[in-house]
Structure formats: C-alpha cells, structure tokens
C-alpha cells in the first residue's frame, strides 16, 4: 500500500501568490517524521522542511510552511510568495519510527511558477 | 558547508559491465542510505546502514546488487553484471540517526546501461 499519497501530479502558480502542495500518509506507527524535498531541474534534493509527529506548532521555514492536520493524516506544504526559482519537483517523504530509518516517498507534485 | 558528495556523477556502461558508486557521507553521520530513482518507480530504498552496519537492503536485487561500508568515510554500491533496467539516478543521503535525522542527499549518479 501506498505510504505517502500525492494527487497533485502538477501545480501552476504566479509569482508572489501562495501555494499549497498536498500530501497524505498513511502509518499506524505513533512516532514518525515528514519531510518536504525539492528537485530542481538539475537533479539534487533539498531538504526544506520537517515535521515530527510530537510536534505540537506547524513547522515553519522562512516561506515555507507544513500544514499538518495529524488528525487527517495530512501534511501540506505551503510556500508563500512564489518565485520563478521555486519551479521544480517537490517529494514529501515519511520516516516511520525513530529516527535512523529510511524515507518513503511520494511520486512527488512537479510545480511551475509562472511570471 | 558540509555536503555529501557522491562519484561518478554520470556514468555511461555496456550490459554486462561492473558498476561501482561511491558515496562520502557528511562527517559525523551515522547514516547511510541508498535511493534509486526512476521515471516509473520514484525514489525508492535500495539499502540503508548505520554506524557502518548494513540494516535493510530488502531493496535491493541481491543477485547483482551489493552495498558496503568499508570505512566511516565511504559507502560503496557495486552493481555486477549491470543491466539496462538499472539505468536511473543513484542517491546517497546521510543523516544523524538521531533528533529530527534529516537526510541530506548527494548529488546523485546518473546511470545509463546501453
């Protein structure tokens, strides 16, 4: 079964206007972590942001936020004011258990920021 | 700027050929993981260690595939014989194993088995 759930194969945006990219999990271990990744189109991975799933406050990154709704097991990311440099694939990714484990990954959300 | 670094960046073979990947992870980390990713399967698990010590490598085709940690400085992929079905990005990421246990990725190698 499918661990990390991302609907949203693609994203347009304009620049400066917020947008949010949507993840779903799906653990039944209590303790566990989400990461957001970015891929530009050279190819590395960026971590961005992370969440735990003890954390009591939405995790927040300079124009980055995840919006988790444990509840709903959902763990958005949001990036406020968009540039033309945020175009790129973006991941959101799951540890399951303690730290030390790996990460599984979503298919990942391709998105175009527009001028 | 503490970075993990991974050689070759690309690496063109025949069918057949050895493989082999080097990764150094970030100095400090205990973690050690290898990613493959494709157009149709994602980023997927191939093996993963800590302090050194394999502890999955369920991901990985054990026929052809081996994965090692000679020393704390580097982590190694071999694959023998390769095939064009192994053609995809290979990622190294480190992290911590511990608190938060960010992963940080290499820059990957880039894999093409004619």
């Known amino acids: 079964a499918q661990k990390i759930t991302q609907t949203q194969p693609g994203m347009f945006v304009q620049e400066k206007e917020a947008v949010t990219l949507d993840c779903t999990y799906d653990t039944s271990d209590p303790s566990y972590g989400l990461f957001w990744y970015k891929q530009p189109s050279s190819g590395e991975m960026i971590f961005l942001i992370y969440?735990?799933?003890?954390?009591?406050q939405n995790a927040t990154e300079g124009r980055y936020s995840l919006n988790f709704q444990k509840a709903r097991k959902s763990a958005n990311l949001v990036i406020s004011a968009s540039q033309l440099g945020d175009s790129a694939m973006y991941f959101c990714?799951?540890?399951?258990?303690?730290?030390?484990?790996?990460?599984?990954f979503g298919k990942g959300t391709s998105l175009l920021v527009t001028p | 700027d503490a970075r993990v670094t991974q050689t070759p960046r690309h690496k063109v073979t025949e069918m057949g050929q050895e493989v082999t990947m080097r990764c150094q992870p970030i100095l400090g980390h205990n973690t050690v993981f290898w990613y493959r990713q494709t157009m149709m399967q994602g980023l997927e698990l191939l093996a993963y260690f800590r302090n050194r010590a394999p502890l999955d490598d369920s991901g990985m085709p054990k026929d052809r595939f081996s994965a090692e940690m000679p020393d704390a400085t580097l982590a190694t992929l071999k694959i023998q014989p390769s095939e064009p079905r192994d053609s995809a990005v290979y990622f190294c990421?480190?992290?911590?194993?511990?608190?938060?246990?960010?992963?940080?990725f290499g820059p990957g190698t880039r894999l093409t088995v004619l």
């Open positions: 969440q735990g799933s003890y954390d009591q």
């Open positions: 990421a480190s992290g911590h194993g511990q608190g938060t246990d960010t992963q940080y």
């Open positions: 990714a799951m540890r399951e258990g303690p730290s030390g484990y790996a990460l599984n």
